[in-house]
């Protein structure tokens, strides 16, 4: 069956894009805010619901919102703005050749549609990257990546209704972003959490050693234990009631043998390239674009985590958003506007803890380093200074003026004779030495 449109010679160009995550919702925000009538626009979404907000997962799994409540563009929203949505559907593989699509609904599997494109965006984001740890086929075993996700983990820590009391053991693998929002997720929900971590302290790329302690320490606060410098070498199992295998627990790298009904691995991304094989464009890591979010095929674009830019791969919202600018300028108004991978800083909140780094978080035998430290506070302030000028920021609980320090260390400017002072706050330093710096707001 053919998906087909009349050759009217005054007919919209087809604008196709596949995935419908957030970079999507955001380009197309981009899209609609140039030219929105352009293009006839239709969008290809393999979940069965609208585009939402990723990052909000971690609150649907304590409770705290709603899948409703994470939603960001409904089917209505599509309908409204003459977006064409095909939802719970795949596309199997790219005909770049006659610029087509075969897709296939996940309804009705066997039946293949063919779409035409005259320009297509893959924006397909990433997947869970995968551990070697042996037995990982069986029951209980998760990623924590989309709603999906979320409900089969959450349908574990509501189970057994009629044992209230019985035990439930979860385990999670990863120290990074994700790995502490389901471990918290899964603690508020009253589960016992061992979060294992193969580094030495918790989000080892954005935080040093002391702030990465006052992290543990907080979080270990919300009923969860940690087992860091270790990772699984394989998972055990038992046999069910139905004479499935499921998880029991895994055995670690010092020996250690954990008890654990379920777990959730959450040890980074790995961007989503496949289709690129079949539409015959170039890729390494993930689909390789030039400045302009453009493949080796013209009429093709990639962006978000799926793309790589000068040989870097993304995870953060800042510079996917400045790709969605990029992609609509030159898709739309046909200028050519290049993305640029600038810099930029690391703001989180884990468990009510905001959190902001930027550049290097270690010192070394050439750089002078400033620290403010409250533990009873849970505050750490750190900045790093090398040639005069700040080349990493560390703030942990209070994070005030770290977009000015952000902005002085971009712009190189001289720190030292504000020094120590500045480590404080811009705001606690005299006012003779504020006004000798320009400090961004």
Not at 122 to 127: E, F, K, L, P
Request: charged share 20%; aromatic share 6%; with cysteine.
């Amino acid at each position: 069956m053919n998906i087909n449109h009349s050759a009217s010679t005054f007919r919209k160009p087809i604008l196709v894009i596949i995935g419908n995550g957030m970079a999507t919702g955001r380009l197309l925000d981009e899209i609609l805010s140039r030219t929105p009538d352009k293009f006839d626009i239709k969008v290809i979404g393999k979940e069965p619901f609208g585009s939402y907000n990723r990052i909000m997962l971690s609150s649907v799994l304590a409770g705290e919102t709603n899948v409703d409540g994470i939603i960001q563009k409904t089917p209505q929203w599509y309908e409204d703005n003459s977006i064409e949505f095909l939802s719970d559907t795949i596309v199997s593989y790219i005909d770049s050749d006659n610029k087509n699509l075969a897709l296939q609904n996940n309804q009705t599997p066997d039946v293949e549609l063919l779409m035409p494109y005259d320009k297509l965006v893959i924006a397909v984001g990433s997947r869970s990257a995968k551990i070697p740890a042996k037995n990982q086929n069986i029951e209980g075993i998760f990623n924590f990546r989309d709603i999906k996700d979320t409900e089969k983990i959450q349908a574990f820590t509501t189970k057994n209704p009629d044992a209230p009391h019985q035990e439930k053991n979860a385990l999670v693998v990863g120290g990074g972003l994700l790995g502490l929002e389901a471990a918290y997720g899964l603690a508020v929900s009253g589960v016992n959490v061992t979060l294992v971590h193969r580094n030495k302290w918790l989000l080892n790329r954005q935080l040093d050693e002391v702030s990465g302690t006052m992290l543990r320490d907080v979080m270990a606060a919300k009923n969860i234990n940690f087992v860091l410098g270790c990772e699984v070498v394989e998972f055990t199992h038992s046999i069910n009631a139905a004479g499935e295998k499921v998880i029991s627990g895994a055995v670690l790298t010092s020996g250690q043998v954990l008890n654990a009904q379920l777990c959730v691995i959450a040890t980074g991304i790995t961007p989503n390239k496949e289709l690129a094989a079949s539409a015959d464009i170039e890729m390494e890591r993930a689909i390789i674009v030039n400045d302009y979010m453009q493949t080796s095929n013209e009429h093709i674009s990639a962006l978000g985590e799926c793309c790589q830019h000068r040989n870097s791969t993304f995870g953060l919202v800042d510079p996917i958003w400045s790709q969605c600018k990029t992609l609509a300028e030159r898709l739309c108004n046909g200028h050519l506007s290049a993305f640029a991978n600038t810099p930029v800083p690391t703001k989180l909140k884990v468990s009510g803890i905001q959190l902001f780094s930027a550049g290097v978080v270690e010192s070394s035998e050439t750089t002078q380093t400033y620290v403010l430290t409250d533990k009873k506070s849970f505050i750490y302030r750190k900045i790093i200074v090398e040639n005069d000028v700040i080349v990493g920021v560390l703030l942990f609980g209070n994070v005030s003026s770290g977009m000015a320090y952000f902005d002085m260390m971009l712009n190189r400017k001289k720190v030292s004779h504000a020094m120590p002072n500045l480590v404080m706050g811009h705001e606690f330093m005299p006012a003779e030495v504020k006004d000798s710096l320009i400090i961004a707001a």
